[in-house]
């Protein structure tokens, strides 16, 4: 009888085909969570919205078209993060306090007017922090940070995309209804050119300082690199360009605390680690007038500091609670500000610090510095202690960094539909969930960490 051959190499390329296939698949899967993110995270609002990026803007200024393709994004990602729901309730257990802020934010809604909307902007509010939990829960913590990375850089090059095929969207006109004073300036995919800079400025050091943890691709890391220099330069935001400096300058001191941690301990080495980053971070405010005039922006921030002092009366009045979450500070701060100086419409404090206790009060001051110190310690003690086998373990420190310094001059502490507190978010819980790994792991052993013929001369 003649033996039936079988037919190896149709085998190999029929399971090469499922191989692609299954890529493919991957790739798909994760370019709608990518997309899923920035659409969450405020991108394409102009262009989801429908309005006319022309009319004049107001505190009603939304449509029900942007409000369904914002929801859609949220249920994309509880889609993502629904087969791992008991890891996502660890997580959560494990950061209970990183709800604290969301669930302030819905008490407030008992003081603060028109309850209603109050209401339905704390939800959202909670479902952002909600997604950067969702984001760890649904891959390792490591391709977690991985994708942070790649959202922030797809919309580094979605925006360099609208800038020349939709500039009415991509760029700031003249025409616009709402600070026609940046004419000319990039916003990209977002509504405004300080998210374009602040979020160029953070993707320049995913890309600087991340490493094959951030892009694995030289080539790719590269591109990134220079479309990120190239937005965060024509955005003209003088706060996203104090950001880059930070972050690229917080390495070196980073580097100088690991050897300091082999020299003398990691407790000392986190100490001094913590107290260099610390006086960087405090130096910020006093150098960014200087700063900013020297490469010719406004010291003032482009108008902050004199609304800075048209509210700071009116935290003082209510330094408990504050007024409210979202509509305290619309109904009543934004109200006064605009009746006692030349300011159109003001979404929030433009601090972030400010903005929180204005909304929620020193209380709310409180538990975001509290965070913040956390975060701060957390991510210093898992870059100090991580090897240079993985380059994963400095993303979270400049989340952390980037995050302290953006909200000097911007305010996203409790920002709802916003993609820098989710960012904030997944970064704390992602560090969290390394640092516990790597503290079950443990150190390498002496011999381990050896290399070359002295390793083996024992046998």
């Known amino acids: 009888m003649t033996p039936v051959r079988i037919d190896q190499g149709s085998d190999g390329a029929?399971?090469?085909?499922?191989?692609?296939?299954?890529?493919?698949?991957?790739?798909?899967?994760?370019?709608?969570?990518?997309?899923?993110?920035?659409?969450?995270?405020?991108?394409?609002s102009l262009q989801l919205s429908g309005l006319d990026p022309h009319a004049p803007v107001g505190p009603d200024s939304a449509s029900l078209q942007s409000q369904?393709?914002?929801?859609?994004?949220?249920?994309?990602?509880?889609?993502?993060?629904?087969?791992?729901?008991?890891?996502?309730?660890?997580?959560?257990?494990?950061?209970?306090?990183?709800?604290?802020?969301?669930?302030?934010?819905?008490?407030?809604?008992?003081?603060?007017?028109?309850?209603?909307v109050a209401a339905r902007r704390a939800v959202a509010f909670t479902a952002t922090v909600l997604a950067g939990f969702a984001l760890v829960a649904a891959?390792?913590?490591?391709?977690?940070?991985?994708?942070?990375?790649?959202?922030?850089?797809?919309?580094?090059?979605?925006?360099?995309v609208y800038i020349v095929a939709r500039p009415a969207y991509g760029v700031h006109q003249l025409s616009d209804g709402m600070q026609n004073v940046h004419a000319g300036d990039w916003r990209g995919?977002?509504?405004?050119?300080?998210?374009?800079?602040?979020?160029?400025?953070?993707?320049?050091g995913f890309a600087v300082h991340g490493g094959r943890a951030a892009f694995r691709r030289s080539a790719v890391r590269r591109a990134v690199i220079a479309a990120s220099c190239l937005c965060l330069w024509r955005a003209h935001s003088g706060g996203g360009l104090i950001s880059a400096a930070v972050l690229l300058a917080a390495p070196p001191?980073?580097?100088?605390?690991?050897?300091?941690?082999?020299?003398?301990?990691?407790?000392?080495a986190l100490l001094l680690g913590g107290a260099a980053l610390a006086t960087l971070a405090l130096a910020v405010p006093l150098m960014a007038p200087a700063l900013l005039s020297a490469i010719g922006k406004d010291p003032t921030l482009t108008g902050r500091q004199p609304l800075w002092a048209l509210i700071?009366?009116?935290?003082?009045?209510?330094?408990?609670?504050?007024?409210g979450y979202s509509t305290g500070f619309r109904d009543v701060v934004a109200r006064l500000v605009s009746d006692h100086s030349g300011f159109g419409y003001v979404p929030n404090a433009q601090n972030g610090y400010l903005d929180v206790v204005l909304n929620l009060g020193l209380l709310g001051l409180v538990l975001t510095l509290t965070i913040l110190a956390l975060a701060l310690r957390r991510a210093l003690a898992l870059a100090l202690a991580a090897g240079a086998d993985q380059p994963a373990?400095?993303?979270?420190?400049?989340?952390?960094?980037?995050?302290?310094?953006?909200?000097?001059?911007?305010a996203t502490f409790i920002a709802p539909n916003d993609i820098f507190p989710v960012i904030y978010t997944a970064a704390i819980v992602a560090s969290g969930e390394m640092l516990r790994r790597s503290r079950r792991i443990g150190p390498p052993p002496p011999d381990a960490r050896r290399s070359g013929p002295a390793a083996g001369t024992s046998r």
Not at 17 to 43: E, Q, Y
């Open 14 to 44: 029929l399971n090469a085909g499922v191989g692609n296939f299954a890529a493919l698949g991957r790739i798909a899967a994760r370019s709608v969570l990518v997309l899923a993110l920035l659409v969450a995270g405020g991108g394409f």
């Open 68 to 116: 369904a393709a914002v929801g859609g994004a949220f249920l994309v990602l509880a889609a993502f993060a629904a087969p791992r729901l008991r890891r996502m309730a660890e997580l959560v257990m494990a950061n209970l306090l990183m709800l604290a802020l969301p669930l302030l934010a819905l008490v407030s809604v008992a003081w603060a007017p028109e309850q209603a």
């Open 139 to 160: 891959a390792p913590a490591e391709a977690g940070l991985r994708l942070l990375a790649q959202t922030t850089a797809t919309a580094v090059a979605l925006s360099l």
């Open 189 to 204: 995919v977002f509504g405004h050119r300080t998210v374009l800079g602040q979020l160029s400025a953070l993707t320049l």
């Open 253 to 268: 001191l980073l580097a100088f605390g690991r050897s300091s941690a082999r020299r003398m301990g990691g407790a000392y």
């Open 312 to 323: 700071l009366p009116a935290a003082r009045a209510r330094p408990g609670l504050g007024y």
């Open 393 to 410: 373990a400095i993303l979270p420190l400049l989340v952390v960094l980037f995050t302290a310094v953006m909200n000097i001059g911007e």
